[in-house]
């Protein structure tokens, strides 16, 4: 099944990417920090968010409980370049999003 990445309209908070279950990140591109926020179904929540360098290196990991929704992620110490953030929900499902760093 395809995931649907919908592209979130430039404002204060710049631009950034929707998933088809509602993982938003924003600014992208972004420079120093990354906003995350999510929803998710009925009995699902975001259970972990990681990002990956290119390489494959893991360069963030955080658990997340049932009511939590928002995270900020600092970017300030990494190369700019490009990342992956894998969000993981309760039922093991997984979503990707494509980040820039300037």
Known sequence: MDKKITNLPAGELGEGLITERGIKAYPNPLKETLNVSWGAPDRIFL???????????????????????????????????TYLLVGQYSDSKTETIKLIKN
């Open 47 to 81: 259970k972990s968010i990681q990002v990956y360098s290119v390489g494959g290196n893991s360069v963030f990991k955080k658990n997340y409980n049932a009511d939590d929704r928002q995270t900020t992620i600092t970017f300030q110490q990494l190369p700019p370049g």
